[in-house]
């Protein structure tokens, strides 16, 4: 099964083509894909989300999920971590399109040029978003906030950081303050850190917040802990469907650089190539029909979004059911590629060395595998998804 069509795709194949080609060397120094951001920005794919009347594309999740998954077919790690700008603008687009503009102010500033990251990781919060070891002190016109944040990407270029904190001031009701915090803001550093197996061209530095001041206009939402509404949904509506779309596009490329590959494979025993050994084929269908599993689930689950179905409380184990399901598809597809490569995907020099890689970064990204079955167990058995588990 190939990726949906785009009556006008924004990238050209020529763009993701160089995308593809820097792709290795980025990964070799691990640098930021500075050229293949500065080309992105040009064609206008950041802008893809915002409404043709503010100056976008106008694009729905459906569409962007296809974008995405072209781009990473050849350069996973830029789609990576361009993602993590597009899904704070996609759901600024759709809470306007459902009729609550209080993020509007953001969709302007993104097709002004302001570059949006995400800054939710926290070591030793297992619930993002909806929990946070980040602290929150309101102060007069904002919050001042103290806490190390991880996973951030796009740190060379962001110039708008999203980012939650805890706000305890009544001990016995907690919030959990939304804001975006300006790149010029005083108050935090940013420590290099990123070093890691895959994904290395997204640059996800550390983010330390040391007393850094926001105003309250770039505050966007203040809920109790542990709850969400629109936002919080909209989050994960663009982010799952987004990253499974991204690890789908790596999927298809090892199976494509696998089935290449193995019919230049000889055989003594066989007399003729590889692909005709018997558990060679078997390998094969297996990497296949996880693909046409996969990407159907996420493809329709990115349109229902877009075309407003209502899942009502049944959204978030839809989306983090598509995610989970991609990525351990994709897991699954890959190594098989590397399987039936016969040792040459070991190399360095070998693309799928870097993919084998890359997929292994898919289980991190929220919601890793424990979040997804608390939270598909609990909402299939009707519990409270802030139901703590009581022990003796």
Request: glycine fraction near 10%; hydrophobic fraction near 40%.
């Amino acid at each position: 099964m190939t990726a949906p069509t785009l009556e006008r795709p924004v990238l050209t194949q020529d763009l993701i083509d160089r995308c593809g080609d820097r792709a290795a060397g980025y990964d070799r120094e691990n640098t930021f894909f500075s050229d293949d951001f500065e080309e992105l920005r040009a064609s206008g794919y950041l802008r893809m989300p915002i409404p043709a009347d503010l100056g976008g594309l106008g694009m729905s999740l459906a569409e962007v999920c296809v974008e995405q998954r072209r781009l990473a077919y050849r350069a996973p790690a830029t789609a990576l971590a361009t993602n993590m700008h597009l899904y704070w603008v996609g759901l600024a687009a759709d809470m306007r399109r459902m009729g609550d503009s209080s993020l509007e102010w953001l969709l302007k500033e993104a097709a002004a040029g302001e570059v949006f990251a995400a800054g939710h990781g926290e070591r030793g919060n297992d619930m993002p978003l909806f929990l946070s070891t980040t602290r929150a002190e309101r102060v007069d016109g904002g919050y001042k906030v103290y806490g190390h944040k991880m996973f951030g990407s796009l740190t060379p270029v962001w110039t708008r950081l999203g980012v939650h904190a805890m706000d305890s001031t009544d001990p016995a009701n907690p919030q959990i303050v939304h804001f975006f915090m300006p790149r010029d803001t005083p108050g935090y550093r940013i420590e290099p850190t990123w070093d890691t197996l895959g994904m290395r061209a997204t640059r996800s530095d550390d983010t330390i917040l040391e007393g850094a001041f926001i105003p309250d206009k770039y505050v966007a939402r203040k809920l109790p802990a542990g709850t969400a509404d629109l936002f919080v949904l909209g989050i994960f509506a663009w982010a799952e469907p987004t990253f499974a779309s991204i690890y789908l596009g790596l999927a298809r490329r090892a199976l494509d650089l696998g089935l290449e590959g193995v019919k230049k494979r000889s055989s003594l025993a066989l007399g003729r190539s590889m692909a005709y050994h018997p558990e060679v084929q078997h390998q094969v269908a297996e990497a296949v029909l996880a693909l046409e599993a996969a990407e159907p689930q996420v493809e329709r689950i990115a349109q229902e979004w877009s075309d407003g179905l209502d899942h009502g409380g049944n959204w978030p184990l839809k989306l983090v059911a598509a995610k989970h399901n991609a990525v351990e598809a994709a897991k699954k597809v890959v190594d098989a590629a590397m399987t039936i490569s016969g040792g040459a995907g070991m190399f360095r020099t070998n693309e799928l060395e870097r993919l084998y890689r890359d997929v292994r970064c898919g289980g991190f990204h929220p919601a890793n595998s424990l979040l997804v079955h608390e939270l598909v167990g609990k909402i299939a058995l009707g519990i409270d998804l802030g139901e703590q588990p009581r022990w003796g």
